[in-house]
């Protein structure tokens, strides 16, 4: 016997945020696999120094992120398809799905705040390695300058401080592409331009995690309203 009256709504209410969720889903797949293929993030962390590789802490957050998307899809389709037939079994499974998923987001969001300052400290270091060597002429200076030149070319910007950033294309106009007195003055700072590049992707990936937390929850609340409704329609 199928539910009736209110329990009805939220039976409907449940596929409707269920579809949303599916669709949440898909979008922070789209979004984490658009960062993993950024050009200006891949440009700067496929770089290699000598046999020193860029760090790739950002990625591991990124691969979780499509982890998250995909499992999302799957959970909203499962969530939908249980409301629709009104299975308790499916939808047991959905609330288990969602509390697991929840517990992994929550995990994930920890351990973004704790790095999300860590990222952009490292990409800032090793820069700084490649453009120490590249001024000093060390031995691995050609490879250094094409890494220096790379960041430069990517983010428009020249030097690690205002010492470099001002002094850098008077002396070495082959590390900065700046040719011209204004854009001489108008030189950015290569570590702000490198907080602003993962600070703004960072910040896109918490406003996506903040909603479908929400989602979530209310997702959790009518599956455990649903099922047990189900479950009481079956024994009268």
């Known amino acids: 016997m199928g539910v009736e009256g209110c329990?009805?709504?939220?039976?409907?209410?449940?596929?409707?945020?269920?579809?949303?969720?599916?669709?949440?889903?898909?979008?922070?797949?789209?979004?984490?696999?658009?960062?993993?293929?950024?050009?200006?993030?891949?440009?700067?962390?496929?770089?290699?120094?000598?046999?020193?590789?860029?760090?790739?802490?950002?990625?591991?957050?990124i691969y979780i992120l499509i982890a998250v998307g995909a499992v999302m899809m799957f959970v909203g389709f499962l969530g939908c398809y249980g409301a629709i037939q009104e299975s308790q079994c499916l939808l047991g499974t959905f609330f288990t799905c969602l509390v697991i998923l929840f517990a992994c987001e929550v995990a994930a969001g920890i351990w973004g705040f704790v790095n999300k300052d860590q990222i952009a400290k490292d990409v800032k270091q090793f820069y700084d390695q490649a453009l120490q060597q590249a001024l000093m002429g060390e031995p691995d200076a050609n490879n250094a300058k094409a890494v220096v030149k790379t960041f430069h070319e990517t983010l428009d910007c020249c030097g690690s401080d205002i010492l470099t950033a001002t002094f850098t294309p008077v002396w070495r106009d082959d590390l900065c592409r700046k040719d011209s007195m204004k854009s001489f003055f108008e030189n950015s700072n290569c570590h702000k331009k490198i907080d602003e590049l993962f600070s703004g992707k960072l910040y896109l990936i918490g406003i996506a995690a903040v909603v479908v937390a929400v989602i979530m929850i209310f997702e959790m609340i009518l599956s455990m309203v649903l099922c047990c409704a189900i479950r009481n329609s079956s024994v009268y």
């Open 7 to 61: 329990t009805k709504c939220i039976k409907y209410l449940l596929f409707v945020f269920n579809f949303i969720f599916w669709l949440a889903g898909g979008i922070i797949l789209g979004v984490a696999l658009w960062l993993r293929h950024d050009s200006q993030t891949t440009n700067i962390l496929y770089l290699q120094l000598g046999d020193k590789q860029a760090p790739n802490t950002f990625y591991v957050g």
